[in-house]
């Protein structure tokens, strides 16, 4: 048998050198492809790894991690006053003047995963979502339950809702509003949809045989169970996602297309100034961690954990710990941060996971950066003392 040679370019500075060993480890283990793995340390970038056959400028098309980055700038729109989470959906999208329930659901409903309109029931293919046929079904869409009542992930209708608002309220996308505002500033590789300049570094995911666990395997007989109207965008090897036309589409809930360093960097300046530019302040950012549900969730039937339009961490993402933030993306990608640490933490990877989520190697990284720094705040500590 050949052994697989794990090589690693980039840079860990001290106190981190050890993660370049373990993110080899976890480049080695997939076998083939790629990753890049990034940490900002109170603003500063201390650790910038590229592994496997990835080219140092790959790009990776991050899935639902592009729900956080898309929260971060409703958060920024908020405090400057453009938009108002308590905004009726109604007064700026008039589809939704069709029926008291659909009256009911406001802009900080679709942010929380509870307007109910977390499917549809047609069942779209792929040449209609990329048409925009997903807006027009719910504006049709009766809402499954009263919105605020209950949580069910918006996989895929939570970027199509949002944008719909983003467009009719302020005359933009949320891509448009997180382009002008933090990424052209930030100098970020990230973008809502592959740019013309990111297509040729995209990488293709590559989806090996799935893993179903118990509950995947019999949630088609659950009782209660809602239609799946994302139809061909939530099918068993997603690699659909590869095709050229879906990476171009500026979809809020899936497509943010960047770098690891990028994505790192973007939410190292939630937490504080980086380059001289902080996205939310302090206020903007307790908003958006303030616990927001906490229980099992209606679509995906196990415990999940929300502040407005973030992952917090819950049983099967613990993320940093209490206190940490950020999202998971269905083909391995993550990017969490931690405002008591000052980390930011991101990984990409074209290996796609046997079973949607995180990438197993992510865990790892994760805990070895937190211990890192909690070893060395403990060290300034007792120099202090």
Do not use: C
């Not at 925009?132 to 049709?140: M, N, S, W």
């Not at 239609?227 to 990476?247: F, K, S």
């Not at 939410?267 to 980086?274: D, I, K, N, Q, S």
């Not at 933490?345 to 790892?364: C, L, R």
């Amino acid at each position: 048998m050949r052994d697989v040679v794990a090589e690693v370019r980039g840079t860990a500075e001290a106190p981190f050198e050890s993660l370049v060993q373990i993110f080899g480890r976890a480049v080695g283990s997939q076998l083939d492809g790629g990753a890049q793995f990034a940490v900002y340390h109170r603003g500063r970038k201390v650790v910038d790894l590229t592994g496997g056959d990835f080219a140092d400028d790959a790009v990776m098309l991050v899935f639902s991690v592009s729900k956080a980055v898309a929260a971060v700038g409703v958060h920024h729109a908020v405090t400057a006053g453009l938009i108002d989470l308590d905004l009726p959906v109604h007064r700026v999208w008039p589809a939704f003047e069709r029926s008291p329930r659909a009256r009911a659901i406001t802009l900080d409903h679709i942010m929380t995963h509870a307007s109910g309109l977390a499917s549809v029931e047609r069942v779209l293919t792929i040449d209609e979502h990329v048409a925009g046929e997903l807006e027009r079904e719910l504006e049709r869409q009766e809402p499954y339950w009263e919105p605020g009542t209950a949580h069910g992930y918006h996989a895929i209708t939570w970027g199509t809702l949002l944008d719909g608002v983003f467009q009719r309220a302020l005359g933009r996308t949320v891509g448009d509003y997180v382009r002008e505002n933090f990424a052209e500033p930030l100098d970020l590789d990230l973008s809502f949809g592959a740019r013309d300049d990111q297509l040729p570094r995209v990488r293709p995911y590559v989806r090996p045989a799935r893993a179903l666990t118990p509950l995947e395997r019999e949630f088609p007989t659950l009782e209660g169970v809602l239609p799946d109207g994302a139809g061909e965008l939530l099918w068993p090897d997603m690699t659909q996602y590869n095709r050229e036309d879906v990476l171009r589409q500026p979809w809020p809930a899936a497509n943010v297309v960047a770098s690891a360093r990028s994505l790192a960097k973007y939410f190292a300046a939630t937490l504080g100034p980086v380059d001289g530019t902080r996205i939310l302040d302090e206020e903007s950012l307790q908003r958006m961690i303030a616990p927001r549900y906490r229980g099992e969730d209606r679509m995906l039937r196990f415990p999940i954990a929300f502040g407005t339009g973030v992952q917090l961490p819950f049983p099967q993402f613990s993320m940093l710990g209490p206190g940490s933030f950020g999202h998971e993306g269905a083909g391995g990608a993550v990017s969490v941060a931690d405002p008591r640490r000052g980390l930011s933490v991101s990984y990409i990877t074209d290996q796609y996971p046997t079973s949607n989520g995180a990438a197993q190697a992510s865990y790892a990284l994760m805990s070895a950066v937190a211990l890192i720094v909690d070893q060395l705040d403990d060290a300034d500590q007792k120099e202090n003392s």
